[in-house]
């Protein structure tokens, strides 16, 4: 949510300057590639300090994915779902999904070199 509302402030000079659509990340490269630092810099940065991710990160990787993706049902609602909605979340999970699983991974492997 906190990255689709830095999108919406920036949306006509960072995003899409020829503000064709209206904000959502998925309707701009450069949004979709922010959203996706976003999620992969906190997922990694939880998954790097938290002591309890060492047993079980996929649970915190699922629980950053399914955030992300309830953060995108949400924001649809408010904008207008459209008639494509259900691919849209879905491709929007996907891309949350490799993000956050990706921030995850490398922050447990760097949780679990430390001493």
Known sequence: MA??????????QVFAPANDYAPWFLNSGRAVAFTAACLFLVS????????SVRTNPIVVIANFTGGATVG???VLA??????????????????????SGSGGYLG????NRRP
């Open 3 to 12: 990255s689709h509302v830095v999108e919406a402030v920036a949306w006509q």
């Open 44 to 51: 990694f940065a939880y998954t790097a300090v938290d002591k």
């Open 72 to 74: 995108m049902a949400l």
């Open 78 to 99: 408010v904008i207008g779902a459209g008639t494509i909605f259900p691919v849209v979340l879905a491709i929007g999970g996907v891309v949350s999904a490799v993000a």
């Open 108 to 111: 447990t492997k760097l949780r």
